[in-house]
């Protein structure tokens, strides 16, 4: 693709995205279509962590967890707006993380995958038992929406759904360009090799340890504003919103759409949002339902379905030698 | 000091059904190299299988304790040529997420098929009741006690013996060269499979008859074994065993002095200060 493609392809895709309130405009769809974009960021940000630089984490919840909290606390004691509380929660959660990632990034596979899984764990537990500040299992409730901002005159209020979707849009879009800038750079190559390769890339001289911590800390922190964002969109949060099963859910989302790439984990946040909604159906059987699909998924589409797509389309075209660049 | 003791003997007790557990956990890890996050719902399923062979039935307890390690042994192994099989060399991730798929399946289906009471084991032996200096020792724990020791003997001597458990340890080194020996690799991976599988629901079955049996038991144990594989290292009888009981004992003891609430947080804790402590592993030695 050369730049004018890439440009209309880019202008054509925001155009969809931009009209699709138009056409579905009750507000279950936009529910739905909002939720999708906060597990696009969350997708995305996991797959920086898992899909680029290789490390399985199952504690991705637990970021996305503290950035809610956090962004709610702010705004219900300290009454500091959506908008600093958005920037602070996102702060927090990447600091979290970077501690979180200096202790344990050290271990590798498994190790790495069932200690990333107790941090989740840990993390709930305190949620659950800190009554005083988290209010325990109860949650936190009456968490304000963002206040109206005032552009040039314009007052632009964040009320109803349509609302939220479009700042869901920006904070999505935006996400994906600032992790496409860094997957684009030397940063993401390292990223890369280190995924490939650790003794390879040390030997090279690229520091795998702080290319990992790099990762999970902005992986965090993206974690934490979606946590934010959904905080202020649903107006409660509680601790059985945080757990392991909403790291795993995240997890198969940036597999299912292919996870070394960064339009396979939006499809996949896209799809796994509206396909379960179709699950309904199959009521009490749902979850059942949903563990079998994801079984036989992975034995017959082990590398995501926009991973298979494209591999299928780069053996197709011939590009070889050319660099790849992350889309 | 009498409550002290108590506590460490309930922890022994705790750690002893860990390592029936964390051994098949181990095993698989060692021969198949992927986790099965789906392990905790083999002993949710075994102990139901083992209720249901009380109530149904009428079996007396430990006729329904063989006949639910039979049982998992076989499904273990149907299991694995199922859904395991084909993730065999794969990377990590992907039978990470087949046994967490399979894990959700199993324990949703469990939950629409058994309904979400908890139901008790019923094995008569809760009236026999032990005191030992100042402990108290129902005839449950007694026989768990008894049993995993007999459990973890007959599977160090069959690894370590049998014809079938040398060819084991040989996949356990290296596959392709256990392949090039005339070694049948799969029936090998139904092998493990089967024992893990029996090891579980035994386990299950002890539990389900000291506490009660749900179709939620399963996700919490799969949690703690991982935790007590790692910790112990992976493939190592002595060391996942080690590790179970300091893990029942720090549970045990952790949740009677300092807080019950956060007792699932202690693994976690134990684990970061193990990793910065003694990054090579509790038994010491170097991992793969």
Redesign the interface.
């Known amino acids: 693709m050369n730049k004018t493609t890439r440009f209309l392809f880019i202008a054509v895709v925001l155009a969809f995205f931009y009209a699709i309130p138009q056409f579905f405009n009750e507000p279950y769809f936009l529910h739905i279509f909002v939720m999708s974009e906060i597990y696009a960021v969350l997708a995305l940000s996991l797959a920086l962590i898992v899909g680029f630089s290789g490390q399985v984490s199952l504690g991705h919840a637990a970021f996305y967890g503290v950035g809610a909290y956090v962004s709610a606390l702010l705004s219900t004691r300290l009454g500091i707006s959506f908008w600093m509380s958005f920037w602070l929660s996102a702060l927090f959660a990447g600091l979290v993380a970077y501690i979180i990632g200096r202790l344990v990034l050290r271990l590798r596979g498994h190790i790495l995958a069932i200690t990333t899984a107790f941090f989740c764990v840990l993390v709930g537990v305190i949620m659950n038992n800190w009554i005083p500040v988290t209010n325990g299992p109860m949650g936190i409730t009456g968490i304000p929406r963002p206040a109206p901002i005032n552009l040039f005159g314009l007052q632009l209020v964040i009320e109803s759904r349509v609302h939220y979707y479009y700042l869901g849009l920006i904070m999505a879009s935006g996400v994906m360009f600032f992790l496409y800038r860094i997957v684009s750079s030397r940063l993401g190559d390292a990223m890369i090799a280190v995924r490939e390769n650790e003794e390879l890339a040390q030997s090279i001289g690229i520091d795998i340890m702080k290319i990992k911590v790099f990762a999970f800390t902005v992986g965090g922190m993206l974690a934490g504003m979606a946590g934010a964002f959904y905080a202020h969109y649903i107006l409660f949060i509680s601790p059985v919103t945080f757990t392991m099963n909403e790291s795993i859910n995240i997890l198969v989302m940036v597999i299912f759409g292919g996870m070394n790439t960064l339009l396979g984990p939006v499809f996949g946040a896209i799809c796994l949002t509206i396909l379960p909604e179709f699950l309904r159906m199959a009521g009490e059987l749902r979850l059942v339902a949903y563990g079998v699909a994801l079984v036989v998924f992975i034995v017959w589409l082990p590398m995501g379905i926009w991973g298979t797509l494209r591999s299928y389309l780069m053996a197709k075209v011939h590009i070889k030698g050319k660099k790849d660049n992350g889309l | 000091m009498a409550v002290f003791f108590q506590q460490v003997l309930n922890g022994v007790i705790l750690g002893c059904i860990y390592a029936l557990i964390a051994l098949g956990l181990s095993l698989i ?1 060692g021969i198949l190299e992927m ?1 099965n996050f789906a392990h905790g719902e083999f002993y949710m399923l075994g102990a139901f299988m083992a209720l249901f062979s009380i109530t149904t039935l009428r079996v007396p307890f430990f006729a329904a304790l063989l006949i639910a390690m039979a049982g998992m042994a076989v499904f273990g192994a149907i299991i694995e040529r199922i ?1 395991f099989r ?2 065999v060399g ?5 039978s ?3 046994s ?10 469990a ?2 098929f058994f309904k979400a009471d908890p139901r008790k084991i019923e094995s008569g032996l809760t009236r026999i009741r032990f005191r030992f200096l100042g402990l108290h020792l129902t005839g449950e724990r007694c026989v768990i006690l008894v049993l995993s020791v007999t459990l973890v003997l007959f599977l160090a001597w069959f690894i370590q013996y049998t014809t079938t458990g040398k060819s084991m340890r040989a996949v356990a080194q290296d596959r392709i060269a256990a392949q090039l020996a005339g070694i049948n690799v799969s029936n090998i991976f139904s092998i493990t499979f089967a024992i893990g599988g029996a090891l579980a629901a035994a386990a299950g079955t002890m539990v389900g008859a000291m506490f009660f049996v749900s179709p939620e038991m399963g996700f919490t144990v799969t ?1 703690k074994s ?2 007590i594989v ?1 910790l112990g290292g ?1 493939g190592k009888i002595k060391g996942v065993i080690f590790a179970a009981i300091l893990i029942g004992l720090v549970e045990s003891l952790g949740g009677g002095y300092i807080s019950y ?2 007792k ?2 202690y ?3 134990l ?2 200060l193990l ?2 402590l003694r ?1 090579e592993g509790l038994m010491g030695g170097k991992r793969k």
């Open positions: 890890y986790a859904v084909p993730v794969k990377p990590l991730i992907n990470m997420l087949i967490f798929g399979l894990s959700t399946a199993l324990a949703n289906a939950l629409f949690l991982c935790v790692a992976f609430a956060y699932d947080a693994p976690f804790l684990l970061i990793f910065i990054p």
